[in-house]
């Protein structure tokens, strides 16, 4: 009879615990960017502190250049996106109109019902600036008066990280404490593993981030492609995503050059593959040592993690 408490007692308390994460995504969420956040500025951290540096001033030295950065570079981005996304969406909608007219000048009897089965372009329209739910300009607004909110929560996840380096090691021997005297030096080399290799595994997507979106940027100038800072900036967040970003980021850049003509479209795939190719092969064997994720292993935790975190925990997987 105690046993069977016990367990219900366990179950409960287990239950109670997702509930309370359920409830307090936002929490979660700033805690678990707060803890790869510090993950990834330890390693610099402790390259100032051996050069002689108080920790508090590497670790104030170091989160100010981190925020200044994204700061800067959300300012960047900011301009000549809002300034490309309106005339991408209606290129968008011409070529879509323009295929569907085509389609029917080839389509027979037969074919006719699938065409008929396609979305009107005014349909299509309204489902991208209009709709609510699925629009991308009822979309941009609602993220743009989510902008407070995000900032509050992107703040806490600061301070959050800054208190964490702060006092990294003295949490480590408080969760270290919980598990019995033999097991903690095992622990401890485990957890300083998990961090180095985390730490490095996002450093190594930033700076690979920004620099395949300031090449791919330059590239798709040159190529004449209408819209290169928006589709660059894409194609870099695509790369993101683990196994088939790098297609995501090869279908978008034909869509783009599709809207300009063939010849673009071919150019915009080739720079896209120029510049994936050598963050794979060149950039990121200097900045991550550590072992491939296994394929099989990832897609399961895509499935798992983006079913409940959405996009994040879809670039969590790896």
């Known amino acids: 009879m105690k046993r069977v408490a016990l367990i219900t007692a366990i179950v409960l308390l287990v ?66 996106l809002t300034r490309e996304i309106d005339p991408f969406v209606q290129d ?7 295929l569907q007219n085509r389609l029917a000048e080839l389509a027979d009897d037969r074919r006719r019902i699938l065409l008929l089965n396609l979305p009107e372009p005014s349909d299509v329209a309204a489902m991208v600036v209009a709709n609510p739910e699925t629009g991308i300009g009822e979309g941009l607004m609602a993220g743009a008066q989510r902008l407070p909110g995000l900032a509050g929560e992107f703040a806490l996840a600061v301070v959050i990280a800054i208190y964490w380096s702060m006092d990294s090691t003295r949490f480590e021997r408080l969760w270290l404490s919980l598990l019995p005297p033999q097991r903690r030096t095992r622990a401890r080399r485990f957890l300083g593993r998990l961090e180095r290799s985390i730490g490095a595994y996002v450093r190594s997507e930033i700076l690979q981030t920004l620099l395949a979106g300031a ?15 928006l589709l660059a900036t894409l194609a870099a967040l695509t790369w993101l995503v683990p196994i088939y970003g790098g297609a995501l980021a090869v279908i978008l850049a034909a869509l783009a050059g599709w809207i300009a003509g063939w ?13 994936l190719a050598i963050m794979e092969y060149a950039v990121q064997p200097r900045l991550y040592h550590g072992r491939r994720y ?18 994040i925990g879809v670039l969590l997987a790896p």
């Open 15 to 80: 239950l109670s615990f997702l509930v309370v994460l359920w409830r307090l995504q936002n929490v979660v969420y700033a805690f678990l960017f707060a803890l790869v956040g510090a993950m990834a500025l330890e390693r610099p951290i402790d390259l100032l502190t051996a050069r002689g540096a108080p920790r508090w001033l590497a670790v104030l030295t170091l989160y100010g250049a981190a925020v200044l950065g994204i700061v800067i570079i959300a300012a960047i981005v900011f301009t000549p």
């Open 92 to 98: 968008i909608l011409t070529q879509y109109t323009l």
């Open 215 to 229: 090449l791919l940027t330059a590239l798709y100038a040159l190529a004449g492609i209408p819209y290169p800072f």
């Open 263 to 275: 010849q673009t479209a071919v150019l915009a795939i080739g720079a896209t593959l120029l510049v």
């Open 294 to 311: 296994w394929g099989l292993l990832a897609a399961i935790l895509m499935l798992m993690l983006g079913d409940v975190f959405g996009l």
